[in-house]
């Protein structure tokens, strides 16, 4: 038996991850942080059910269904809903059959399986309707961070990108896919939160029914040419990618190109978590990549600088620039490279 957040949840014979805790709890101040009233939640890859109790008791969240497809989480989610005093609709049934079989829609779907989310992504969007708030977790690092990069094309139909932006880039690849199936169904996607910690990407998202949603989240997509100094540019247009195309180039996509994050939501989860990733990304400039001061100074054969007196520095001649979630060297910021290069080089 063990005790997480307001819970105590017994893990026997079923998948349990002490080191998941975090963004368990980061789950939870984000639906705190959401406060939807009377709203219906499937944990649709469950296990000890532990999400989806915790939910409901830390969230109040109203009506939970604890779906999973193992035999031996039933015993153990019946014994989970006892102890902790609470009534859910439990199913054990694949996601594939499940969706296939109700008329069901829930308000929140949790999505949390092994390794990548792909194969489920399609028979989730049967199970939700507009505004539904869909929490996606991928611990397929290594094929969105582009080391299996051809597994990276056969499952997300994206080209990864295997640099110093790859968590990055896998978000956005993650986004992408999500976009492209949810399309299928005439929903587009509004993001609200996307994490990247450990091992693992988590993104939060909100369904927007209609064809018009879909294709607004559509012309949000696009490529990512990555330059052999560092330096990088985006384009919308597919057309565009040649004239930016520099000899020895690495171009990444389709991925989403515009903001992740929900800074009202956000800062409303500050009321309920201490979490330093929370605070990063409520200060973090929400523009897609950023530059490596580590690998910018290396290259410029420069001793290293502390990465809070070039924020400071950047800040001073008028340009945004902020630390980044994604990596402790990473500055988002609107300076051009160059600029960047000459500020770095002392030539301001
Ligand atoms: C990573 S675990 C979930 C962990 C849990 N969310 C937690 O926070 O402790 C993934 C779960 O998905 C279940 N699963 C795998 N394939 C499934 C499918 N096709 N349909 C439903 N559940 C599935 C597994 O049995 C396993 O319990």
Request: charged share 20%.
């Amino acid at each position: 038996m063990i005790e997480e957040g307001l819970v105590k949840i017994d893990t026997s014979n079923v998948f349990y991850n002490p080191k998941m805790k975090r963004l368990r709890d980061i789950s939870v101040a984000f639906l705190k942080a959401m406060n939807i009233k009377n709203a219906s939640l499937l944990d649709a890859t469950a296990a000890s059910g532990i999400r989806g109790i915790r939910y409901k008791i830390e969230a109040n969240i109203d009506k939970i269904t604890l779906l999973d497809i193992n035999r031996n989480a039933l015993n153990t989610i019946k014994e989970n809903l006892k102890i902790n005093n609470i009534d859910a609709n439990v199913v054990i049934d694949s996601i594939e059959h499940f969706a296939n079989s109700t008329r069901e829609r829930f308000d929140i779907i949790d999505l949390d399986p092994f390794g990548s989310p792909v194969p489920f992504i399609y028979d989730i969007m049967k199970l939700v309707k507009d505004n539904t708030i869909l929490m996606v977790t991928a611990t397929d690092m290594p094929v969105l961070c582009g080391v299996d990069r051809n597994a990276c094309i056969r499952f997300y139909g994206s080209y990864p990108l295997h640099t110093y932006l790859c968590k990055e880039v896998g978000m956005r690849i993650l986004l992408y896919k999500i976009i492209q199936t949810a399309a299928q169904f005439d929903y587009g996607i509004e993001p609200l939160l996307g994490i990247s910690d450990m091992y693992y990407i988590r993104v939060f998202v909100r369904l927007k029914k209609g064809y018009k949603y879909a294709d607004n989240s559509i012309e949000n997509l696009g490529y990512l040419i990555f330059f052999k100094n560092n330096e990088f540019s985006y384009t919308r247009s597919i057309s565009k990618i040649s004239s930016l195309y520099k000899k020895g180039s690495q171009i990444s996509g389709p991925l989403w190109l515009s903001n992740l994050y929900n800074k009202d939501i956000i800062s409303n989860m500050l009321l309920y978590t201490n979490e330093k990733i929370i605070k990063t990304i409520n200060n973090e400039l929400d523009i897609p990549f950023f530059y490596h001061l580590g690998l910018l100074t290396s290259s410029l054969g420069i001793g290293s600088i502390p990465i809070k007196k070039v924020i400071e520095a950047i800040s001073s001649l008028g340009f945004n620039a902020t630390r980044t979630q994604f990596d402790n060297m990473g500055i988002k910021s609107n300076i051009t490279f160059n600029q960047l290069i000459k500020l770095l080089s002392n030539k301001y």
